[in-house]
């Protein structure tokens, strides 16, 4: 039996730019056979580990991206990595999003920053699994344009699904819209019945989101949340991630609404 506290090594295939403080890890991670909105714990040796979400699609074999945030020790180092330099990998870990009993209907994607990240793991995968799924939106926003990430996915996702776009406040170069994401629930029209709403981002971001898709009827079963930025261990025994009788880690990241509005915790 394998020790799931000692992690693999594996090499770093590539690092992409998504942003001024986020980075794109490609790992020689082979067949993972993860689940959309899971995570990974990303180790640098010597300063530290950290959760990170799965941003490729399982339909991926040859690698798996982690995009990671510029905010603290640990990811200030894996932000100085290069290509052929080796960090260590444990999991898949946690409960990802409902794939199989979302099949056939429409979803409505809603991210926040780097919340964009888990959402791209399933976004990816229905794009290469076409036809199992009904229409897609997905609303995203950033406090500026260069903050926004996956940006060279745009026009792929654009020419397949209906993309809407929003920054917090004005940049140079930017002409879209200017606002909070939730503003941008008011430019979609989705058949409530017959969708589901994924959303990950800041707290904030997702308390209106979510007050917005109730404004709107969705039922609290059909409003699937990811609250991946909680954990610590990845496997239920630090406690760190503890919302009431739940491990964030084991029980989610992902969550439907109705299990978890009651924490006022996760809220913030």
């Not at 399982?58 to 020790?73: A, F, M, Q, R, W």
């Not at 444990?90 to 919340?115: A, H, M, Q, S, T």
Request: net charge negative.
């Amino acid at each position: 039996m394998s020790n799931q506290y000692i992690p693999q090594t594996v090499e770093i295939l590539g690092i992409l730019e998504e942003s001024r403080d986020v980075k794109t890890l490609r790992l020689d991670v082979r067949n993972l056979r993860h689940e959309p909105g899971q995570f990974m714990e990303l180790s640098v040796f010597g300063y530290g580990e950290i959760p990170v979400s799965i941003s490729s699609s399982p339909t991926l074999e040859d690698y798996i991206d982690l995009s990671v945030k510029n905010v603290g020790s640990v990811t200030s180092v894996v932000h100085e990595a290069e290509p052929g330099d080796t960090v260590g990998v444990r999991g898949p870990y946690g409960r990802g999003f409902p794939v199989r009993e979302v099949g056939g209907r429409d979803l409505l994607f809603i991210g926040g920053g780097i919340g964009l990240a888990p959402l791209r793991s399933f976004i990816d995968y229905i794009r290469d699994e076409r036809d199992g799924f009904g229409d897609v939106s997905i609303l995203y926003g950033a406090r500026t344009a260069d903050d926004m990430v996956f940006r060279q996915e745009f026009d792929d996702w654009r020419s397949m699904f209906d993309l809407h776009l929003i920054a917090d406040v004005e940049s140079e170069g930017w002409y879209g819209r200017v606002g909070f994401v939730n503003e941008l629930l008011a430019d979609v029209s989705p058949d409530i019945k017959n969708t589901y709403a994924v959303v990950c981002g800041p707290s904030i971001m997702m308390k209106s989101v979510v007050k917005g898709l109730k404004d709107m009827q969705f039922p609290d079963e059909q409003i699937i949340l990811s609250f991946e930025r909680r954990m610590k261990c990845g496997i239920g025994k630090c406690g760190h991630c503890n919302i009431g009788d739940r491990y964030v880690c084991v029980d989610g990241p992902v969550f439907s609404y109705d299990k978890v509005r009651g924490y006022r915790e996760i809220w913030g």
